[in-house]
């Protein structure tokens, strides 16, 4: 299961990842992560049965902990099949079918945007 | 045995004709051999949806009252063309809009047209005696419209070389979005279902042959801009009414950092007329290649990285130097098949029969670069030529006098062979002087990472390589490396005069 995670890093600047870690023993798998020196946001991956402990250890120590359930959005109305995304997404989640029809594996995705500029025809969004 | 078009069309008008789509000949090729092919098949089908920059309408609005010559002419804020006179208007795909830029232009225009919405016409005129009104706004759906005629002066391209990217970074081209060192190849073009492909000796493909256009019945004009079919390039100039067009075969689309295009679904019938005909549209992905081209290289000729056929580029990847590449199309098979099946209903339906052409289209031209008179100006015209530079093995302090004696920013770094190893700029000096640690030596706070130029690069290039970095100046090295020359953001500045940077 994917969580957005974002913390800000005023006072005490808690490691809240590695904090977590240790606490729950969950190995929790960083997808990627914008940290600044005021704030951050990061996209990590648990298994499932673990995402309850791991959201509640972290909303425990400040974080706000948003559970994601879809990837990218993909417009069927504007999607032409053309493929341009395919190769520009690091995790693979875009392939043809055997109909040559673009298939998006949501579960790969991890929201990172690469492919939203590479879409000519603008059929692909970050969800809300 | 050989079949008349006369033949042919009788068959489809009784709706006898075997129709078969160009992926489906190959199969049938093997299975029946030639001589049962052309028995057994009259007419296949090609089909082909990608990018075509190279694509317009002719519009004509009707007369107003009272009336105007229209001199300059806006659609949604994209500018038409106004030489026309009155009322009739040509709107490419490429023009972007004057307010949204990329994200909307001539292409846009056309899509909405044809997906019935209504689109603002704004135009002046100054004004004469025949046709005294100055401006004009009206919002126009595509039925208000006399005439909307689609005509692509470059469409069908025979193929199209695929693109890759060896630099350090992503570059936004026509091609798409190109990843850094080799990170993908994207490539585009319709191989086993694309038109010429299945006719290149022109044979069948010429002035006047019916085909599809974006849903409509069109036709074909003639050769195509730019038209090479001696490299393996040719193109057509096709024609068809935008008011019997569907949006499933025309999108407007942007390439980001590149600009609005058109992506546009053609397709030609091919009458099998003999053996010839069979053996040409027998053609499979396996037997079209293409060159991967490095489009890191800003010139006309890039460097070829390897030749990759249709099937190898559609398999997903492709291997250079030894490692997996992977591969985008930019054009939609799924809909190249969807107009070449589409197409064969037609011709199988009687709605469309076939026609050899009125005028053959030269099958063994080939395109010229342009013919330039005025040289380009080069790095060599405008750089300074009285560089100072500093060894590496120099202190900081002894840099911090030559800068400002110089009265330069930047400080070319040179060992002792007198070859370029880095930079210095009075950002890097005042930084080491302002925290005084370690740092001594002008090696211990040189940039090594030097961006240059050389004497022969278009000064459009450095110009590039400026604003891409982010940086007011480049070194020019000769083939050694050794520093002959500095060009900075002041130089271009006297070169260009009003023309400025951006």
């Known amino acids: 299961m994917k969580l957005m995670v974002t913390f800000s890093r005023g006072k005490g600047r808690t490691p809240i990842i590695a904090q977590v870690v240790r606490d729950t023993g969950v190995l929790i798998n960083v997808e990627r992560a914008n940290i600044d020196s005021s704030e951050g946001e990061a996209l990590i991956e648990v298994p499932d049965n673990q995402c309850k402990l791991v959201r509640d250890s972290m909303t425990e120590l400040g974080a706000q902990v948003r559970i994601l359930e879809h990837g990218v959005n993909l417009n069927e109305s504007e999607c032409v099949d053309c493929g341009a995304c395919i190769s520009i997404c690091p995790r693979e989640a875009f392939s043809l079918d055997k109909d040559w029809k673009l298939r998006l594996d949501e579960e790969k995705c991890v929201l990172c945007g690469k492919c939203i500029s590479a879409c000519p025809h603008r059929a692909l969004s970050l969800p809300l | ?502």
């Open chain 2, 1 to 502: 045995m050989h079949k008349t078009i006369g033949q042919i069309n009788e068959r489809i008008r009784e709706g006898s004709a075997r129709v078969v789509t160009a992926e489906e000949m190959p199969a049938l090729v093997a299975e029946l051999g030639e001589e049962g092919a052309l028995k057994e098949v009259d007419v296949v089908t090609t089909g082909t949806f990608g990018a075509m920059c190279s694509s317009g309408a002719f519009l004509n609005f009707g007369h107003a009252e009272p009336p105007i010559r229209m001199e300059r002419i806006w659609l949604n804020n994209v500018e038409a063309y106004g030489g026309l006179a009155a009322v009739d208007t040509y709107i490419g795909a490429t023009q972007q809009s004057d307010t949204q830029e990329a994200e909307y232009g001539g292409a846009h225009v056309i899509e909405d047209l044809v997906a019935g919405k209504s689109v603002e016409l704004r135009a002046s005129s100054r004004g004469t005696d025949c046709y005294p009104r100055r401006t004009i706004t009206t919002d126009l759906l595509l039925e208000n419209l006399n005439q909307a005629i689609m005509c692509n002066p470059r469409n069908a391209y025979q193929r199209y070389n695929a693109a890759t990217n060896t630099t350090d970074r992503v570059l936004n081209t026509y091609m798409g979005t190109l990843l850094p060192g080799t990170g993908n190849v994207t490539y585009s073009g319709a191989g086993v279902l694309n038109p010429i492909s299945n006719d290149p000796k022109l044979r069948l493909i010429g002035s006047g042959v019916p085909i599809f256009l974006c849903g409509a019945p069109g036709m074909v004009i003639g050769e195509g801009t730019q038209h090479s079919p001696g490299g393996g390039f040719g193109t057509l100039m096709v024609t068809g009414d935008l008011k019997q067009m569907s949006q499933d075969y025309l999108r407007a689309a942007t390439m980001t950092g590149y600009g609005v295009t058109m992506y546009v679904g053609l397709g030609v019938p091919l009458p099998v007329l003999d053996l010839d005909v069979v053996r040409a549209t027998a053609v499979r992905d396996e037997d079209i290649s293409v060159d991967i081209l490095d489009y890191s290289i800003p010139s006309r000729s890039r460097p070829v990285i390897r030749k990759a056929t249709y099937a190898e580029l559609r398999s997903g990847a492709v291997e250079i130097g030894g490692d997996e590449v992977r591969t985008s199309p930019l054009s939609s098979f799924r809909r190249a098949r969807k107009v070449a099946a589409e197409l064969k209903g037609w011709v199988e339906s009687g709605k469309m029969e076939l026609a050899l052409p009125t005028r053959a289209i030269d099958p063994k031209k080939v395109s010229r670069p342009m013919h330039e008179t005025k040289k380009v100006p080069r790095v060599i015209d405008i750089m300074n030529r009285s560089v100072i530079s500093i060894a590496e093995t120099e202190e900081i302090r002894t840099a911090a006098k030559k800068l400002l004696k110089g009265e330069t920013n930047h400080l070319p770094v040179v060992n002792d062979r007198n070859v370029l190893v880095g930079i210095v700029t009075t950002f890097d000096i005042s930084k080491a002087v302002a925290n005084p640690g370690k740092a001594v030596l002008v090696q211990d706070i040189m940039k090594t990472k030097v961006v240059t130029t050389t004497p022969y690069e278009a000064v459009d290039i450095a110009i590039q390589k400026l604003e891409q970095h982010n940086i007011s100046g480049l070194p020019v090295v000769d083939a050694e490396n050794h520093v002959i020359g500095f060009l900075t953001a002041m130089d271009l500045g006297k070169l260009l005069g009003r023309r400025g940077l951006k």
